[in-house]
């Protein structure tokens, strides 16, 4: 169990939390602007809507807000989600390729003289070949 006020120190879970909220307020400013148009058309063309009381027209306009500020949160947190892997997943990716390039470089400076020894190429020829004279 997390101990009090550890998500402020938290910092991948407080960048979740306000990209989240960026969705949230997208989202409803978007969906407002469409339930604003169809409560206008509503106004314009259905005498049903038009006796609506304003309460309940504005309850049908914050509904409609709100659905909005939920997808939109819901949507972007997966996007944001799915980036932070990638970026993990680049960062191990990355660790992984450079130990080996170390282990590469440690081994190309070692392996100059230890290589060439366990391909038998001390001396200049291959060991257990016979050069011109029938000498080793």
Known sequence: MRP???????????????EAARGAVSGAARWGLYVGILGAAGFAFSPVYRGLTVQFKVFLQMSGMTVGSMIEADR??????????RNKRLARDQA????????VVEDEGRGSVEGRERL?????????????NGER
């Open 4 to 18: 009090h006020a550890s998500l402020e120190k938290d910092s991948e879970a407080n960048a979740a939390a306000w």
């Open 96 to 103: 992984v390729w450079d130990r080996y390039e170390m282990l």
């Open 76 to 85: 972007r947190l997966r996007d944001y989600e799915v980036i932070v892997r």
């Open 120 to 132: 038998g190429e001390s001396g200049g020829g291959v060991e257990g070949k016979d050069d011109k």
